[in-house]
């Protein structure tokens, strides 16, 4: 199976953004990927307002995923990003969504909100309350994460021990010291400890790194973009999948019992 990853800088216009996202639908599409992930918060982005991405909140059958949708309609690809979505005034929910066939086939809200290094997500953004059930695309199956959840073993863990074979990331990872550092080790020890395959589109710009990447199960990067706007591809294989599990079968070899999340 191929897969695409779409990186790019989110700007303060919604329908700009929309656009973005379909030309990297159509171009995905067009080059055989049967999955595509694209970044977190895609709705809207300002550097000079960090509230923006929840002001500009939209109900799933608003007008941003609504020309999404109608791209997906024209073909097979299933497509995985997050856009914030309104709960009570002023307040939203960090909202992943799966796309495929011109229908919302899936949808996840952010469980872990990023408060940490100087940021408060929570402030203006409601936590979700459940991992969401496995997706599948071509006989895999795909395990959903968003972001700062990359920081929570047992989330990815619980995704593994429930049957994903592969962990979908959208992310806006925040520049700052030793942040890119946290990013690249994160992601291969996430893909380390579950014996996955990893997809991890970041969103780039000034605030954000960017650095989209595809891990496989042994931890071996087999993709990856630097800080500009790209389209990067790769191909998730099944006898590699297997062949990890056999060599590493760090499942099969736990000692603890299954995490219990919420």
């Known amino acids: 199976m191929y897969v695409a990853v779409g990186q790019f800088a989110v700007t303060p216009v919604w329908q700009e ?15 055989g990927a049967a999955l ?14 960090p509230d923006l991405s929840v002001k500009s909140a939209q109900p799933l059958d608003g007008g941003f995923l609504q020309m999404l949708l109608d791209e997906s309609a024209r073909n097979r690809l299933t497509t995985v990003l997050t856009v914030h979505v309104p709960t009570t005034p002023g307040r939203a929910a960090n909202t992943l969504v799966v796309l495929r ?4 086939i899936g949808q996840y ?3 872990h909100l990023y408060d940490a290094f100087t940021v408060q997500e929570s402030r203006l953004v409601d936590p979700g309350r459940q991992v969401p059930p ?11 994460m968003t972001c700062y959840d990359l920081r929570f073993p047992e989330m990815a863990l619980n995704l593994a021990l429930t049957g994903a074979d592969v962990l979908i990331l959208p992310a806006a990872w925040v520049k700052g010291p030793l942040k890119e550092h946290h990013w690249a080790t994160l992601l291969t020890a996430r893909a380390l ?15 954000n790194i960017g650095q989209s990447r595809v891990i496989d199960p042994l931890g071996v990067t087999i993709a990856a973009a630097a800080e500009a706007p790209v389209l990067i591809m790769a191909e998730i294989n099944p006898e590699r999948l297997a062949l990890a599990r056999r060599q590493l079968p760090v499942l099969h070899n736990r000692r603890f019992a299954p995490p219990q999340l919420l």
């Open 17 to 31: 953004n929309a656009r973005t996202c379909i030309s990297f639908m159509a171009q995905a599409a067009r080059q």
């Open 36 to 49: 595509l992930v694209l970044p977190e918060a895609l709705l809207a982005r300002d550097d000079h307002d």
């Open 109 to 111: 809200a952010k469980l």
């Open 101 to 104: 066939e011109g229908r919302i």
């Open 193 to 207: 400890d579950t014996t996955c395959y990893v997809v991890a589109a970041g969103e780039c710009g000034t605030k």
């Open 134 to 144: 496995l997706i599948e695309v071509e006989g895999l199956k795909l395990g959903l």
